[in-house]
């Protein structure tokens, strides 16, 4: 079956810097796209970046030059390099993998991120 298992979160201070990583396995990992979302409390649950099986990327735009989005296909896994974090970076991020011919989604168990001093 899919499974997505995140990993990498934490407390960080405003600034600083953290690398999530997604491991995908129970589908064929380099045939579709991968995502990042996060929720904060009492938010909505919103995308954060997203890359294709070619490695086309896009951000929203808070996280615009501060975030990078990348994937190694020999190791099924997704990365959220995230650097100048700000106290608003503050969630629980999610990887989601949109699989087969109806984009099923899968969501990971998320991991969480906060940023205080």
């Known amino acids: 079956q899919v499974q997505l298992v995140e990993s990498g979160g934490g407390l960080v201070q405003p600034g600083g810097s953290l690398r999530l990583s997604c491991a995908a396995s129970?589908?064929?990992?380099?045939?579709?796209?991968m995502s990042w979302y996060r929720q904060a409390p009492g938010k909505e649950r919103e995308l954060v970046a997203g890359?294709?099986?070619?490695?086309?990327?896009n951000y929203a735009d808070s996280v615009k030059g501060r975030f990078t989005i990348s994937r190694d296909n020999a190791k099924s896994t997704v990365y959220l390099q995230m650097s100048s974090l700000k106290p608003e970076d503050t969630a629980v991020y999610y990887c989601?993998?949109?699989?087969?011919?109806?984009?099923?989604?899968?969501w990971g168990q998320g991991t969480q991120v906060t940023v205080s001093s």
């Open positions: 989601k993998a949109s699989i087969g011919t109806f984009s099923k989604d899968y």
């Open positions: 129970g589908f064929t990992f380099s045939t579709n796209g």
């Open positions: 890359i294709t099986t070619t490695g086309n990327t």
